[in-house]
């Protein structure tokens, strides 16, 4: 008789697995798919709140999430260096993101952050991938999805794709992948020192 095949969270949760979440992949299915609509929804936003109350508001979100990562920094115990590393790259994430051009460019700059983050937790939660590989897939993986962002949005009669626009997601995730390696702790382990395991 044969044993009953693994479920998929005990194939989710394998020892050794370095595979991406469903989360994550639903995320970054979400950021293609919410090219066909986020434009409107911004352009509703504007209408109800005013241009300058609506930038005003995604400001102290920003402002309001990079408190809360710095207090976590604080309290994560990590080295001086590091949390004062993740904080820079905070505040150059910040105005990376307010020198775009468009709204909803500066807002890209948030969503792949977070992918970018995303991406390298899920690598590097059991440490079985070394570091310089898990940051050149993540890489590969935002270029991957911001390509076919800008791609659909290309096909839409009321978006534009553009080159540009990946460079920018891909320097975007870069920022969140970098944060997440500096912020992640390792069992004794500076994940720097161990980058080719």
């Known amino acids: 008789m044969r044993p009953p095949k693994a479920g998929l969270a005990e194939r989710v949760n394998k020892p050794g697995d370095s595979r991406l979440s469903a989360f994550t992949v639903g995320y970054a299915i979400y950021i293609v798919i919410s090219a066909s609509f986020m434009q409107q929804v911004w352009q509703f936003l504007t209408r109800v709140l005013g241009k300058h109350a609506l930038y005003l508001l995604c400001g102290n979100l920003y402002l309001f999430l990079a408190v809360i990562i710095c207090l976590r920094l604080f309290k994560s115990r990590l080295h001086f260096l590091r949390v004062i590393a993740s904080i820079i790259i905070l505040a150059l994430s910040f105005l990376f993101a307010w020198r775009q051009p468009f709204f909803v460019e500066k807002m890209h700059v948030a969503e792949y952050g977070f992918l970018g983050w995303l991406v390298m937790k899920d690598l590097r939660r059991r440490h079985t991938i070394g570091l310089a590989k898990a940051m050149l897939f993540s890489i590969l993986f935002i270029l991957l999805v911001g390509s076919i962002d800008e791609g659909f949005q290309k ?43």
């Open 155 to 197: 096909l839409l009669p009321y978006r534009v794709g553009e080159i540009r626009d990946v460079i920018t997601n891909v320097i975007s995730g870069l920022s969140g992948i970098v944060l997440s390696a500096f912020v992640q702790r390792t069992k004794g382990v500076n994940p720097w020192m161990n980058a080719e395991r």
